[in-house]
């Protein structure tokens, strides 16, 4: 019997970008981060799908770890644009303070000086860029390490997926030659009876029966 003070259990809500499928249990959590548009997630993850059609369960691991590999490969790659791009004021500062300071024609009047910084720094954007990207290399090469590690792993997936195909592919031609072959030997038309002999005319020979 059941108790009716006993508390129900909540069910998790889920985005309504969830796919809807019976192996959830393959879906669980997206590996979205706060900030990130889990709607877009989804939306790629649906695009794999309706590429590749999976066919069984390890199928649709495989895309699975394809949409999670895609999308980590897309966060690292727009990481490595965030971190050229912090610190660049700081960079910045120090490089057109050493610029100016080897200016020996620099002017003194406050008005020309602007005109002149502006100068010096439209002429020195590669060597702001250079000293910019020495100041963040460190932590780019990780961001880099993990990015051929995502890409590697993506590619190994994409070429189990190709094989898996190429050797399920394979059997099925095998099968279907095995039966092509097996239909190839029965005869088309089955042995029978010879048919009745014909006299000179061409009718069939019948036996009259005299009537008494």
């Known amino acids: ?27 669980e ?22 590429a590749i059609e999976p066919k069984n ?3 649709r691991i495989w895309v699975r770890d394809i949409a999670d590999l ?6 690292y790659r727009r990481l490595k644009v ?10 910045t500062d120090s490089v057109m303070r050493r610029l100016v300071e080897e200016d020996v024609g620099f002017p003194k009047s406050e008005r020309r000086q602007n005109k002149r910084y502006q100068e010096i720094y439209k002429e020195n954007q590669e060597l702001i860029r250079a000293e910019l990207f020495v100041s963040r290399l460190d932590d780019l090469e990780r961001v880099e390490r993990l990015l051929a590690s995502a890409e590697s792993r993506r590619n190994a ?13 394979a059997r099925l031609r095998k099968a279907s030659d095995e039966f092509l072959a097996q239909i190839e030997n029965v005869p088309v038309v089955p042995e029978s009876a010879e048919p009745p002999s014909r006299d000179a005319g061409g009718d069939s020979k019948v036996t009259e029966t005299s009537t008494s």
């Open 1 to 27: 019997m059941t108790n009716s003070n006993q508390p129900k259990r909540r069910r998790r809500a889920r985005s309504p970008d969830y796919p809807s499928t019976g192996l959830l249990v393959f879906l």
């Open 70 to 75: 895609t999308w980590e490969i897309l966060r």
């Open 82 to 91: 965030a971190i050229t791009c912090f610190g660049r004021e700081g960079v």
């Open 29 to 50: 959590p997206p590996p979205v981060l706060p900030g990130e548009d889990a709607s877009r997630y989804w939306a790629h993850y649906h695009n794999l799908v309706a």
């Open 57 to 59: 369960s390890m199928e």
């Open 157 to 169: 997936t994409l070429r189990e997926i190709e094989f898996h195909r190429a050797l399920a592919a």
